[in-house]
């Protein structure tokens, strides 16, 4: 608006100043004499303005006639282009000009404007690399994607274009969803440019998305040989990509090669835990207890994980708790501050029946580390020590309402995942999924504080109405009474915790 104002003021004080200078030159007196073959020629001071004006004129179309002039000499000398060169120059610079708008106009947005530019550009210019590359993108911004894809196809046809046209068939492909087609353009794309990151980027998601590994680690290593990708990054990505190629080793049939890239992703990256566990599965399945508790304890020293644990116990599967507890001493000595160490003691000494020592494993993580795991845990103890029914489900009922704890979480989506993958099952992005706790955690119910006195409630309900019964056990939602006179019953029906 003050742009507007700022233009309008200035073309007004221009007429202005051209009015009072025509007034002056009405209000001289005397003129200019010209002097032509002895006759004299007096001008006023108007007449000299107009004469200037013509004299200038004259000149232009003098320099234009001697240019022509000049066009045709050398034509008739054998230049066969001078004359058509002579009568392009006009047009070419419409052209160019025409070029420079709709370049401005597509950078500003004007998708449908940058299009008539670029038409108009087209009809004046003989340079099609130019004029189609400008028409393809106009034509993508308006919305118009008949018109781009046409002018894209004809990109592809010049070597000079061609790369332009394949990328932007590609983007089209990827916006109708067909991702098949875009990552075969996407190779196609890369063997013209192997250097362009962006298509890096796109074959490397789609080729993830299609669980194309091989391809997928092809493509990483032309990630690091251009030098988009740091040395650290390369090698743990190349790991997740040997780790999804090595999926299933454990069926039945599985190949060596397949158990080969478990050992080989976690030789790449000691530090990921998927890895780690499965190389540590395939050395169980050969027989190498020794080099799978190698790897376990590697893994645990840099990340304690409940699926290293999971490992771990499969080593041998059929000891007793005891022997389990002392055996777990290999990975429980490691990080023993570590919440994650505390809360698999804690399940060892539950297993155990030890009560006393599982609550000092567990230490005060149920009060400061508030999440269902601990609180469950301590439900646990407090039953196992004796304590009253009241008490244990006021531990479970605190564990309705608490976060689960940490989980595998998407660095860019937040999408909470149930099991750790390659690729995050929200939006797609590859090896985004870090092993966290929620910023927003899951509550399994908004209530489960609140119905804590019902549940106390109930129970001392049914004990009072209910007078030859001592205690009550609440196994997976019923409330089944036992009978002081039958002590076996009363420890078959109590229930035990999981083991680890």
Same mark, same amino acid.
């Given at each position: 608006?003050?742009?507007?104002?700022?233009?309008?003021?200035?073309?007004?004080?221009?007429?202005?100043?051209?009015?009072?200078?025509?007034?002056?030159?009405?209000?001289?007196?005397?003129?200019?004499?010209?002097?032509?073959?002895?006759?004299?020629?007096? @001008?006023?001071?108007l007449?000299?303005?107009?004469?200037?004006?013509?004299?200038?004129?004259? @000149?232009?179309?003098?320099? %234009?006639?001697?240019?022509?002039?000049?066009?045709?000499?050398?034509?008739?000398?054998?230049?066969?282009?001078?004359?058509?060169?002579?009568?392009?120059?006009?047009?070419?610079?419409?052209?160019?000009?025409?070029?420079?708008?709709?370049?401005?106009?597509?950078?500003?947005?004007?998708?449908?404007? /940058?299009?008539?530019?670029?038409?108009?550009?087209?009809?004046? @210019?003989?340079?099609?690399?130019?004029?189609?590359? @400008?028409?393809?993108?106009a034509?993508?911004?308006?919305?118009?994607?008949?018109?781009?894809?046409?002018?894209?196809?004809?990109?592809?046809?010049?070597?000079?274009t061609?790369?332009?046209?394949?990328?932007?068939?590609?983007?089209?492909?990827?916006?109708?969803?067909?991702?098949?087609?875009?990552?075969?353009?996407?190779?196609?794309?890369?063997?013209?440019?192997?250097?362009?990151?962006?298509?890096?980027?796109?074959?490397?998601?789609?080729?993830?998305?299609?669980?194309d590994?091989?391809?997928?680690?092809?493509?990483?290593?032309?990630?690091?040989?251009?030098?988009?990708?740091?040395?650290?990054?390369? %090698?743990?990505?190349?790991?997740?990509?040997?780790?999804?190629?090595?999926?299933?080793?454990?069926d039945?049939?599985?190949?060596?090669?397949?158990?080969?890239?478990?050992i080989?992703?976690?030789?790449?990256?000691?530090?990921?835990?998927?890895?780690?566990?499965?190389?540590?599965?395939?050395?169980?399945?050969?027989?190498?207890?020794?080099?799978?508790?190698?790897?376990?304890k590697?893994?645990?020293?840099?990340?304690?994980?409940?699926?290293?644990?999971?490992?771990?116990?499969?080593?041998?599967?059929?000891?007793?708790?005891?022997?389990?507890?002392?055996?777990?001493?290999?990975?429980?000595?490691i990080?023993?501050?570590?919440?994650?160490?505390?809360?698999?003691?804690?399940?060892?000494?539950?297993? /155990?029946?030890?009560?006393?020592?599982?609550?000092r494993?567990?230490?005060?993580?149920?009060?400061?580390?508030?999440?269902?795991?601990?609180?469950?845990?301590?439900?646990?103890?407090?039953?196992?020590?004796?304590?009253?029914? /009241?008490?244990?489900?006021?531990?479970?009922?605190?564990?309705?309402?608490?976060?689960?704890?940490?989980?595998?979480?998407?660095?860019?989506?937040?999408?909470?995942?149930?099991?750790?993958?390659?690729?995050?099952?929200?939006?797609?992005?590859?090896?985004?999924?870090?092993?966290?706790?929620?910023?927003?955690?899951?509550?399994?119910?908004?209530?489960?504080?609140?119905?804590?006195?019902?549940?106390?409630?109930?129970?001392?309900? %049914?004990?009072?109405?209910?007078?030859?019964?001592?205690?009550?056990?609440?196994?997976?939602?019923?409330?089944?009474?036992?009978?002081?006179?039958?002590p076996?019953?009363?420890?078959?029906?109590?229930?035990?915790?999981?083991?680890?």
């Amino acid at each position: 608006m003050l742009w507007s104002l700022l233009k309008i003021l200035v073309f007004v004080a221009i007429i202005g100043l051209l009015a009072l200078g025509a007034g002056y030159l009405l209000e001289t007196s005397g003129g200019v004499m010209i002097t032509v073959a002895g006759t004299e020629y007096t @001008l006023g001071p108007l007449q000299s303005v107009i004469a200037l004006g013509i004299l200038i004129v004259g @000149l232009w179309l003098f320099l %234009k006639l001697l240019s022509l002039l000049i066009a045709t000499w050398k034509f008739l000398n054998g230049d066969e282009t001078a004359l058509s060169r002579y009568f392009d120059r006009g047009r070419e610079k419409r052209g160019y000009q025409a070029l420079a708008d709709g370049v401005l106009a597509l950078a500003s947005g004007e998708g449908r404007l /940058a299009m008539t530019k670029a038409k108009k550009a087209e009809g004046l @210019l003989d340079k099609p690399e130019l004029t189609n590359v @400008l028409l393809a993108q106009a034509a993508d911004m308006a919305g118009d994607t008949k018109t781009a894809e046409a002018t894209y196809k004809k990109l592809v046809t010049n070597d000079a274009t061609r790369f332009v046209g394949v990328r932007g068939v590609m983007k089209q492909r990827l916006a109708e969803g067909d991702t098949a087609t875009a990552r075969k353009l996407a190779e196609k794309a890369l063997a013209l440019k192997p250097r362009h990151e962006e298509t890096q980027d796109v074959l490397l998601t789609l080729q993830t998305q299609a669980e194309d590994w091989a391809g997928a680690r092809n493509t990483l290593t032309a990630k690091l040989k251009s030098g988009s990708l740091p040395r650290d990054v390369y %090698k743990r990505r190349d790991a997740v990509l040997a780790l999804s190629e090595a999926k299933g080793i454990l069926d039945e049939g599985a190949s060596i090669q397949a158990r080969e890239r478990a050992i080989e992703a976690n030789k790449l990256s000691p530090d990921l835990v998927p890895a780690a566990a499965m190389a540590a599965r395939s050395y169980i399945e050969q027989g190498k207890p020794r080099y799978a508790t190698r790897v376990l304890k590697k893994a645990w020293e840099v990340h304690p994980h409940p699926e290293l644990a999971a490992a771990f116990a499969e080593i041998v599967p059929d000891e007793t708790p005891d022997q389990r507890i002392k055996r777990f001493a290999a990975l429980t000595k490691i990080q023993p501050q570590n919440p994650e160490t505390r809360l698999l003691l804690t399940e060892l000494h539950i297993v /155990a029946e030890d009560f006393p020592e599982a609550r000092r494993a567990l230490g005060d993580l149920a009060e400061q580390a508030k999440d269902a795991r601990s609180l469950t845990l301590m439900a646990a103890i407090e039953r196992g020590e004796g304590a009253s029914d /009241a008490v244990v489900q006021g531990w479970l009922a605190k564990a309705l309402s608490a976060p689960r704890g940490p989980q595998w979480v998407c660095d860019k989506c937040h999408h909470i995942h149930v099991a750790w993958a390659p690729t995050c099952a929200s939006c797609g992005s590859f090896d985004t999924l870090t092993w966290m706790t929620p910023e927003s955690p899951e509550i399994a119910t908004a209530t489960g504080v609140h119905m804590l006195p019902l549940i106390v409630g109930a129970i001392e309900d %049914k004990q009072d109405n209910v007078p030859e019964v001592d205690e009550v056990d609440i196994v997976e939602g019923e409330v089944i009474p036992v009978d002081d006179s039958d002590p076996e019953a009363s420890e078959s029906e109590a229930p035990k915790p999981a083991q680890a």
